[in-house]
């Protein structure tokens, strides 16, 4: 055996967007695209920020849309130690056993000649003001579920976001993350955070003008493209909810029904005799001509 046959086997190259592990769906791609597109066909220059990165499926996306001169900062703790007892209890019963610095950059790596600059700390230390107030066109937040953590990381995205900057922020709605859901709407009714558009799993928003996005939204036939898009009204203020439905499969031929006699007959007798009379009428058709 040669020193060349006992070299591992490369690992499938990542080829889709989809091939990433995590939680980025059909509708939050897609918005993701279409805003961050819209920002460099009007002219918009900022940098790009994500707090919480996972495995790098939104980061790759963002990454993207990166225009000359712009910089996409990513801040993740990855495989470091959690600052608080809280935060290390939360990876530990989600994200330690998967997730890496390693894995994120190699992700990132096979759809990006470079990485982003990464910054591997608690999000809290970005509050520090290294990310330059009103840098920033996009950001996405989608660390803690914690209220504290996310309260501060929605304070660091206030500063650092652009007079018109957008924000999408992570699981507002879910089951598991009320502390987020407190966090975000605290925004909302405290800070002047102001709702765009909600999916099922991300809130957008900005402390700018939400109308303009939201013509740039309705610029698309989501309708036509298998989205439902409807519109609400909170404290005033218009907000639309767009979620992606998939086509119903194809439903499946029902099997042909027996004769009322025939279900009676295999109803009433015996289970020996109704495997005896099911061996008889599959030994009748095979023998009729085809």
Not at 53 to 65: E, N, V
Not at 132 to 154: K, M, Q, T, W
Not at 264 to 276: G, I, K, M, N, Y
Request: glycine share 6%; net charge negative; hydrophobic share 40%.
């Amino acid at each position: 055996m040669t020193s060349a046959d006992t070299t591992p086997a490369a690992a499938p190259a990542t080829r889709t967007l989809d091939d990433v592990p995590g939680w980025f769906f059909k509708a939050d791609q897609e918005l993701f695209g279409w805003f961050l597109t819209r920002q460099t066909q009007r002219g918009r220059t900022g940098d790009l920020l994500e707090l919480g990165a996972y495995l790098g499926r939104s980061a790759i996306l963002l990454g993207s849309h990166l225009q000359d001169g712009e910089t996409f900062t990513v801040c993740d703790l990855f495989d470091s130690d959690a600052p608080d007892d809280d935060n290390s209890a939360e990876m530990a019963m989600s994200y330690r056993k998967t997730l890496t610095r390693q894995a994120f950059e190699d992700n990132y790596l096979a759809f990006h000649d470079l990485l982003p600059t990464v910054i591997q700390a608690p999000t809290s230390v970005l509050a520090d003001g290294r990310i330059p107030d009103g840098s920033c066109r996009f950001i996405h937040i989608d660390a803690s579920h914690l209220y504290e953590h996310v309260a501060g990381d929605i304070q660091v995205a206030r500063a650092a976001l652009a007079k018109d900057g957008l924000v999408a922020l992570d699981d507002y709605r879910a089951e598991h993350t009320p502390g987020v859901s407190a966090a975000v709407w605290e925004a909302v009714f405290a800070h002047g955070l102001r709702p765009i558009l909600l999916t099922p799993e991300k809130f957008y928003g900005t402390w700018g003008d939400p109308e303009e996005a939201q013509r740039e939204v309705l610029e698309r036939d989501w309708v036509a493209e298998g989205y439902r898009m409807d519109e609400d009204m909170i404290a005033g203020g218009r907000v639309y909810r767009l979620a992606y439905e998939p086509p119903a499969p194809p439903a499946r031929p029902a099997p042909p029904r027996r004769s009322a006699p025939r279900r009676l007959a295999l109803d009433v007798l015996p289970p020996f005799a109704t495997r005896a009379a099911r061996r008889a009428l599959r030994a009748a058709r095979a023998r009729r001509p085809q």
